[in-house]
């Protein structure tokens, strides 16, 4: 089993940065996936950014260039800066952790209001 704890969200004005932090624990495979998915009122949950243990990353068309994601393997922790953030990137997001399972985390809010 892993369990994933997630911090950083919260109420942004349009324009402005949050930086989402997720640790992972327990059985932890070395070979893992780890990334963020968003979940907006009434949508399906979607990919925002993944990151592959040796440092591949994959974005969303609608955050590259305003996101970043990144790894502490150290640490066993993923990260999302998140900047230039809009009013569409309210939502809930989500860590996920892939390996032999998937794993999620319990969400934070991430709201932005104009």
């Known amino acids: 089993q892993v369990q994933l704890v997630e911090s950083g969200g919260g109420l942004v004005q349009v324009g402005g940065s949050l930086r989402l932090s997720c640790t992972a624990s327990g059985s932890i495979s070395s070979i893992n996936i780890m990334g963020w998915y968003s979940q907006g009122s009434g949508k399906q949950r979607e990919l925002v950014a993944s990151?592959?243990?040796?440092?591949?990353?994959n974005y969303a068309d609608s955050v590259k260039g305003r996101f970043t994601i990144s790894r502490d393997n150290a640490k066993n922790s993923v990260y999302l800066q998140m900047n230039s953030l809009k009013p569409e990137d309210t939502a809930v997001y989500y860590c996920?952790?892939?390996?032999?399972?998937?794993?999620w985390g319990q969400g934070t809010q991430v709201t932005v209001s104009s």
């Open positions: 996920n952790f892939l390996s032999a399972r998937t794993y």
């Open positions: 990151i592959s243990w040796d440092g591949h990353t």
